[in-house]
């Protein structure tokens, strides 16, 4: 009809839609950067684009999956793409390097690509098979972290194997049909680099390999100071979103009419109008509605005011909260709480609760339960951090309460149904009969009018007539009393009990675990009496479980990558260098989450997870050469010197190559980038500092678990002689 309009107050899809984008955007922005990083090492075009056909190859291959196991295009299977794009690479990059390395030896392309692939592929796929080992896990666990992050790993996971099947079999095919030519500028410049920095890095390790004990106690020294950094109180479940939809809660005393409610909601609607972040406001005044359940409260009005995108404004919604919360303030609205949150992800609920932080007290009694959550109340208005305190008893309403005296009720001759139909009468009316008009029906109530009734007095002056005739009518106020009492206007409970709930939002840049602590710490004085009990509803109980589910996951990770490798070695004494130099790489996660300024939440967790199958990539690279060498009668400490001096490359350019293809995640630009973020921060700061573990700490560890194990003598005399 012309007279309705239809308005749009809610439209998830734009934020999802941009989301997307920003996460494909992340992926191909990673992918080209990752190629760039080839180029420079390779300085050879159709090098870069052997190694490059992996990457939309393994996508492609990962899409055929995602199919197959009925996922979609979303925030955590993009996502998932974007963090492991600069890995797909890694394999390729072992596998090419050695190629180019056997070419430029003077073999045919057939022996090239023949011994090449055989002297990595054990470690391709124990690299492989490691990463897989430490992120499978993740694909089997149930609760909010196993729903959340499955589609994430499933794709890493698929374009990882992939990426495995196309470095050994592709890579090799391709590479060696491409012929050794004079090195251009670039490689020249390049080569001249690396030799130079492969020179001063074989001193370096000579110098670390005679003070071994002095390096290993340095980098053991920085885990132990690093720990706590995992323990802090700085831990969230999950990082906001930023989808600038923010929710405003007003409550008045109760008894205020509807008219009032409305005013005194339009003078906050006209004040966040007026703000140019906000693109539209809807309002609910007189209750709220829950699906399709609602309820008419006429204190109550919500107010939803959707934000334009994140990239449209210089402020964040945590920000915009502050500022009009200053606003508000300064009008000094007399008799009106404000209430002011930004909305979690729409569809996950990580507490029981409605707020950030919600403690439930159970027991028998409402009226000591109500005393019990004004006291609590109390205390935590002095936390700093927390912010809309409040119970879910604040707001009685009032109820009419008529006594009747029944012995002089009989005594005037009354009967007590009489009355009660009376009064029924009075306030509420009777229906009678009904009149169609057209094809609607409309009930005809018999009432009293409404200012008969309007006040106690008024109520109490109501006539009522005796069934015998001979006796005089009365006043209701002569057999009954009538007065207004305080009643909840909700009744909660919980496992058949009744509770009160006290709630919390916790203001932006205070992380959970910190404000739970002085939470804790003010409730540890409160004597319960007899009967009652106190408990966690909110999201820190979801944190708490979820950080023993990923601390599960981590040590279960760290023992599946070791089993892999003793299996792939048939041996326990180099998986165990291997698996000793992960723990180090925990040093360059807290050194990203302390310059960050990052908090401690589930896909941080993940992030240490994913790099317990990473970070030995190139330990094994390195390992492995160590032992090919060995088995070329080489001694030991020059096979040491000389597989780091020859490993250099490939560990830089895989390590960079993941690190600048996570690297458009971990800037985290644009909506839906706060989820993948600690994520993507966690890893490419482990994953830098494990490069300097692989190629200063490994070798230091070869060493210790190899005492004595050197040529004999005739050998060493004669390799010796040789050099």
Do not use: C
């Not at 309009?5 to 998830?12: E, F, G, M």
């Amino acid at each position: 009809p012309a007279d309705i309009q239809l308005t749009t107050v809610s439209d998830q899809s734009i934020y999802i839609r941009q989301a997307v984008q920003n996460s494909a955007s992340a992926a191909i922005s990673g992918a080209v950067l990752a190629m760039i990083v080839v180029y420079l090492f390779l300085g050879n075009l159709r090098r870069t684009l052997i190694i490059g056909s992996a990457i939309p190859i393994a996508i492609m291959v990962t899409f055929i999956f995602m199919g197959l196991g009925g996922l979609t295009l979303n925030i955590m299977t993009l996502g998932g793409l974007a963090l492991g794009v600069g890995m797909l690479v890694d394999n390729t990059i072992v596998m090419l390097e050695n190629l180019y390395r056997h070419q430029r030896q003077g073999e045919s392309p057939e022996d090239a690509g023949i011994h090449a692939a055989t002297e990595v592929n054990s470690a391709i796929v124990a690299a492989t098979s490691t990463n897989l080992s430490a992120v499978l896990p993740v694909l089997f666990i149930g609760g909010l972290t196993g729903l959340l992050f499955r589609e994430l790993i499933f794709t890493i996971s698929a374009a990882i194997l992939a990426s495995m099947v196309i470095a050994l079999t592709l890579v090799p095919a391709l590479a060696a049909k491409v012929k050794v030519t004079r090195p251009s500028s670039t490689r020249q410049v390049m080569d001249k680099g690396m030799r130079w920095l492969q020179e001063k890095y074989g001193r370096l390790l000579q110098l670390v390999l005679r003070y071994a004990w002095i390096v290993a106690l340095l980098f053991i020294a920085g885990l132990v100071y690093t720990i706590p950094t995992f323990f802090s109180g700085q831990q969230i479940f999950l990082p906001k979103m930023d989808d600038g939809r923010i929710t405003i809660r007003l409550s008045a005393d109760p008894g205020i009419s509807l008219t009032n409610m409305d005013k005194s909601a339009r003078l906050v609607e006209e004040m966040l109008m007026a703000k140019p972040e906000v693109e539209s406001v809807y309002t609910l005044a007189g209750g709220f509605i829950f699906g399709r359940s609602e309820r008419e409260t006429s204190n109550r009005t919500t107010i939803i005011a959707q934000l334009v995108p994140l990239g449209q404004r210089e402020i964040s919604s945590a920000d915009w909260i502050k500022e009009v919360k200053k606003e508000i303030s300064a009008k000094q609205l007399a008799g009106l709480k404000v209430r002011i949150t930004q909305r979690g992800i729409r569809g996950i609920r990580t507490s029981q609760g409605d707020d950030d932080v919600s403690l439930r007290i159970q027991g028998p009694s409402l009226t000591k339960l109500e005393a019990l959550a004004e006291n609590i109340v109390n205390r935590l208005d002095t936390v700093s951090g927390l912010s809309n305190v409040s119970h879910s008893s604040e707001d009685d309403n009032l109820e009419l309460s008529i006594q009747i005296d029944r012995e002089r009720a009989m005594t005037l001759g009354l009967d007590i149904k009489d009355i009660s139909q009376s009064i029924q009468i009075a306030l509420e009316g009777l229906i009678i009969s009904d009149y169609i008009e057209g094809d609607r029906s409309f009930d005809i109530r018999l009432q009293l009018p409404r200012r008969e009734t309007a006040d106690l007095q008024e109520l109490e002056s109501v006539l009522l007539f005796p069934g015998n005739s001979q006796r005089q009518p009365v006043y209701l106020g002569n057999v009954a009393r009538a007065e207004l009492v305080q009643s909840p206007s909700s009744i909660m409970r919980d496992n058949q009990m009744r509770i009160i709930e006290v709630s919390a939002s916790i203001d932006e840049g205070t992380t959970l675990g910190a404000v739970m602590n002085s939470v804790d710490a003010e409730l540890a004085s409160i004597d319960l009496p007899q009967g009652y009990n106190l408990y966690d509803a909110g999201v820190s109980k979801t944190l708490q479980e979820g950080r023993n589910t990923t601390m599960l996951l981590l040590g279960l990770a760290l023992f599946l990558v070791f089993v892999v490798m003793a299996v792939q070695y048939e041996s326990l004494r180099n998986p165990m260098v291997i698996m000793l130099s992960v723990p180090f790489a925990a040093i360059g996660v807290a050194i990203g989450i302390n310059v960050t300024d990052l908090s401690l939440s589930v896909p941080v967790w993940l992030g240490m997870i994913m790099l317990a199958g990473i970070v030995v990539n190139n330990a094994i690279i390195l390992v492995e050469y160590i032992e090919i060498l060995r088995d070329q009668d080489m001694d030991k400490n020059h096979a040491l010197i000389e597989a780091a001096k020859t490993r250099l490359r490939p560990i830089l350019m895989t390590t960079l190559t993941t690190v600048v293809g996570m690297l458009p995640l971990a800037i985290g630009i644009g909506e839906g980038a706060e989820m993948l973020q600690p994520l993507a921060i966690s890893s490419v700061s482990g994953l830098l500092f494990s490069m300097f573990v692989t190629l200063l700490l490994v070798p230091i560890i070869y060493n210790l678990f190899h005492p004595g194990d050197t040529l004999p003598a005739e050998k060493q005399s004669d390799l010796e002689s040789a050099h």
